[in-house]
């Protein structure tokens, strides 16, 4: 599966913006997607996943509350709503693939960068 990323930008603090992630191949509904994020000088770390039909999400601490992830099978198409942004935030943005809820990371597509100004 062949994935990309977009809709991220800069944004204040407080401020919102919605990630989206294409996916290519008719077997998308067959992967659990999953977001990460990689801050300047800092490891790589999840930020949330989303199981096959979309019923089951899970987050970091970080972001709970605050994010929401969902997908649309017959796009081949998931999101990331980022609400309530704060500087800490700012990363660049991978989605990312796999075959089930404890292996999602197989497939990575090209990162997107969110800025938050404080």
């Known amino acids: 599966v062949q994935l990309q990323a977009c809709g991220g930008g800069l944004v204040q603090a407080g401020g919102s913006l919605r990630l989206s992630c294409a996916a290519s191949?008719?077997?998308?509904?067959?992967?659990?997607m999953a977001w990460f994020r990689q801050a300047p000088g800092k490891e790589r770390e999840f930020v949330s996943r989303?199981?096959?039909?979309?019923?089951?999400?899970s987050y970091a601490d970080s972001v709970k509350g605050r994010f929401t992830m969902s997908r649309d099978n017959a796009k081949n198409m998931v999101y990331l709503q980022m609400n309530s942004l704060k500087p800490e935030d700012t990363a660049v943005y991978y989605c990312?693939?796999?075959?089930?809820?404890?292996?999602?990371?197989?497939?990575w597509g090209q990162g997107t960068q969110v800025t938050v100004s404080s």
């Open positions: 989303i199981s096959r039909s979309g019923v089951s999400t």
């Open positions: 990312t693939a796999g075959p089930s809820l404890s292996q999602y990371s197989d497939y």
């Open positions: 191949g008719r077997t998308f509904s067959a992967y659990t």
